[in-house]
């Protein structure tokens, strides 16, 4: 894969920019994403598959219905569940939701922090990352069999830090 090296880059800077984990769900067919990228600590991952959050979490909600940005805070009168109570529980205390969708493709993003709120420029450059990215594996028919086997495997790994 030519473009690796520049993925590996992109995901190490969200790391640092999310330092409380993130969840990338890259172009989604009905619900299963293509690539799916989740860095959240192992116990959120873990509760939250096992009570099933997916199907009540507001930032997924909000990510099919709509493209664009949202703070967490501005979802908490619509999660009826607690979804975001449950993941402050988790240190993810502050965070934002980015959904794009250009030629009909969906990718639904989120990134969290858990000392402070994303500054404008972080947010700026996390969602230029993601528009990146989304562009970049939005042609994966062009991929080589070992090219998309490589972009798999890194989702799984970073999936299971």
Known sequence: MND?????????????LSPAG???????????PKFLFQTYNSQWREEYSKQGLVLQDPTVKWGFENT????????TDSDESGVLEQARAHGLEHGFTFSLAPNNSKTITSFARGD??????????????????????????????????????????????
């Open 22 to 32: 993130y969840a990338m769900a890259f172009h989604i067919s009905y619900t299963t």
């Open 68 to 75: 664009g940005k949202i703070d967490w805070r501005d979802l």
């Open 116 to 161: 402070r709120e994303c500054t404008a420029a972080e947010i700026t450059e996390i969602t230029a990352i993601v528009a990146e990215l989304h562009d970049y594996t939005a042609d994966i028919d062009e991929f080589s069999s070992t090219e998309l086997a490589q972009l798999k495997q890194m989702s799984v790994d970073f999936t299971h830090h």
């Open 4 to 16: 690796s090296p520049s993925i590996m880059a992109a995901i190490s800077r969200l790391d640092l």
